[in-house]
Nanobody, 123 residues
Framework: QLVESGGGSVQAGGSLRLSCVVS????????IGWFRQAPGKEREAVGG???????RYIESVQGRFTISQDNSKMTTYLQMNTVKPEDTAMYYC????????????????????WGQGTQVTVS
């Protein structure tokens, strides 16, 4: 099970930190992807973290968003700084669950487990 939290309303230029808690499954991989979906648009990747702690982001959030994990790797964070109105979307985290990834994956089909999403609105 994946549960996102931390969404809300924020003014442009502000910051938010989203959390993704993984529980209830014998995950062997801590490879996590963050995705977002705006109304009327396809779900797109935002960034990901691999099992070695490497991260990767899409160009539009590079330098503004940061993905990290706590020591247990059961919580993954998406720190969003200098947010823009175009960042408004429902944000989802996703986990592959098993296996091992040595490079962040931004492909939706790679992930087997998804959270319910948390809404971010930037005005």
């Amino acid at each position: 099970q994946l549960v996102e939290s931390g969404g809300g309303s924020v003014q442009a230029g502000g910051s938010l930190r989203l959390s993704c808690v993984v529980s209830g499954h014998a995950y062997t991989s801590h490879c996590i992807g963050w995705f977002r979906q705006a109304p009327g648009k396809e779900r797109e990747a935002v960034g990901g973290i691999d099992d070695e702690g490497g991260t990767r982001y899409i160009e539009s959030v590079q330098g503004r968003f940061t993905i990290s994990q706590d020591n247990s790797k059961m919580t993954t964070y998406l720190q969003m700084n200098t947010v823009k109105p175009e960042d408004t979307a429902m944000y989802y985290c996703a986990a592959v669950g098993t296996g091992y990834c040595n490079s962040p994956v931004l492909r939706r089909s790679f992930y087997n487990y998804w959270g319910q999403g948390t809404q971010v609105t930037v005005s």
